[in-house]
């Protein structure tokens, strides 16, 4: 995403023709689409489209009131983000009931590092509701029996917020294409390894039962593949022989919290962009992080290295 395109984002039921009725409307209005991507999984249709609009006909009142009628008539979602809406972004962190990572946000938010508002914090329990009272934002719970969520009603609070930023501040629930399609690349988990190793729920557990010596922590683009979202920032700490459980969470959650503050720092300056499900940082004048820090190069061996420097004897 540069800052300098309007995004409009179509979700709905899959259907022959959507594609064409869509960027028919756009050509029709003098609108340049700069790029496009689309998919479709388990039956819902989901397009991006980053589009150039300084030279289109009509107002950009009038080209929300066709996009939404567009999608009243076809039974689509239609999202659009003009350059001016991304000036003061939004977030609503999504939680459950581990407060650390929750807690470093409204320590960044509060020390303005962030460059954004915390609009709402959801939950689909309210252990962390006193937190969120603390730093005076609202909170909703939107749990269900046996926690699970309530998506229409996440949906509708995204909606309410005019939210521009998904965080998952250790969300223990998976979010459907339903979400995942409507907020693509704008939704960032961290997750407690070094993916793609050990995906999925009790990674430290994972980690410490295949014996590994060195564990980590994710930040990651959400995509509707359970924690295969591109990468943004990766923390790695050591595993002692005599780790146990409750060790390796005192090690990582700082990490955790560490590695999404600053992976949600990246998006809202616009620093990180994705190609081909892989995230690449612009050039800026920000010295990040993204893995180990600087320090450990000069512990890192440089030699030998095939092809580089080989002595060869020649007897001949």
Same mark, same amino acid.
């Given at each position: 995403?540069?800052?300098?395109?309007?995004?409009?984002?179509?979700?709905?039921?899959?259907?022959?023709?959507?594609?064409?009725?869509?960027?028919? /409307?756009?050509?029709?209005?003098?609108?340049?689409?700069? !790029?496009?991507?689309?998919?479709?999984?388990?039956?819902?249709?989901?397009?991006?489209?980053?589009?150039?609009?300084?030279?289109?006909?009509?107002?950009?009142?009038?080209?929300?009131? !066709?996009?939404?009628?567009?999608?009243?008539?076809?039974?689509?979602?239609?999202?659009?983000?003009? =350059?001016?809406?991304?000036?003061?972004?939004?977030?609503?962190?999504?939680?459950?009931?581990?407060?650390?990572?929750?807690?470093? /946000? *409204?320590?960044?938010?509060?020390?303005?590092?962030?460059?954004?508002?915390?609009?709402?914090?959801?939950?689909?329990?309210?252990?962390?509701?006193?937190?969120?009272?603390?730093?005076?934002?609202?909170?909703?719970?939107?749990?269900?029996?046996?926690?699970?969520?309530?998506?229409?009603?996440?949906?509708? /609070?995204?909606?309410?917020?005019?939210?521009?930023?998904?965080?998952?501040?250790?969300?223990?629930?998976?979010?459907?294409?339903?979400?995942?399609?409507?907020?693509?690349?704008?939704?960032?988990?961290?997750? =407690?390894?070094?993916?793609?190793? *050990?995906?999925?729920?009790?990674?430290?557990?994972?980690?410490?039962?295949?014996?590994?010596?060195?564990?980590?922590?994710?930040?990651?683009?959400?995509?509707?593949?359970?924690?295969?979202? =591109?990468?943004?920032?990766?923390?790695? *700490?050591?595993?002692?022989?005599?780790?146990?459980?409750?060790?390796?969470?005192?090690?990582?959650?700082?990490?955790?919290?560490?590695?999404?503050?600053?992976?949600?720092?990246?998006?809202?300056?616009?620093?990180?962009?994705?190609?081909?499900?892989?995230?690449?940082?612009?050039?800026?004048?920000?010295?990040?992080?993204?893995?180990?820090?600087?320090?450990?190069?000069?512990?890192?061996?440089?030699?030998?290295?095939?092809?580089?420097?080989?002595?060869?004897?020649?007897?001949?």
């Amino acid at each position: 995403m540069t800052t300098d395109v309007t995004e409009i984002t179509v979700v709905g039921d899959d259907d022959t023709g959507l594609i064409a009725r869509v960027t028919s /409307l756009l050509f029709e209005r003098g609108i340049n689409i700069e !790029d496009l991507d689309q998919a479709v999984r388990d039956g819902v249709f989901r397009m991006y489209l980053a589009v150039d609009t300084t030279e289109m006909v009509c107002t950009e009142e009038k080209l929300r009131e !066709d996009l939404q009628e567009l999608g009243d008539d076809l039974g689509l979602d239609v999202q659009v983000r003009f =350059p001016a809406d991304r000036d003061h972004q939004q977030i609503a962190v999504l939680v459950t009931k581990e407060s650390h990572c929750l807690e470093a /946000l *409204f320590e960044a938010w509060a020390n303005d590092e962030l460059g954004a508002d915390i609009g709402v914090v959801i939950g689909n329990h309210d252990d962390l509701q006193p937190l969120a009272e603390h730093y005076d934002v609202p909170f909703h719970d939107i749990g269900l029996e046996g926690g699970q969520q309530d998506e229409e009603r996440l949906l509708e /609070l995204l909606e309410e917020y005019s939210v521009d930023l998904i965080v998952l501040a250790r969300y223990m629930r998976i979010l459907s294409p339903n979400v995942v399609f409507r907020y693509e690349d704008r939704i960032i988990n961290v997750h =407690p390894s070094l993916l793609p190793a *050990f995906p999925g729920a009790e990674a430290y557990r994972q980690a410490l039962e295949e014996g590994v010596r060195v564990a980590g922590v994710t930040a990651h683009y959400v995509t509707t593949d359970l924690d295969q979202g =591109p990468v943004i920032t990766q923390r790695a *700490f050591d595993v002692p022989d005599d780790a146990d459980l409750e060790g390796m969470k005192r090690r990582g959650q700082p990490l955790e919290a560490d590695a999404l503050i600053e992976a949600v720092r990246l998006h809202l300056n616009g620093d990180v962009s994705v190609h081909r499900g892989r995230t690449t940082v612009r050039e800026n004048g920000e010295n990040y992080q993204l893995g180990l820090p600087e320090e450990i190069e000069e512990f890192t061996p440089d030699r030998p290295v095939d092809g580089i420097g080989a002595v060869v004897a020649n007897d001949d």
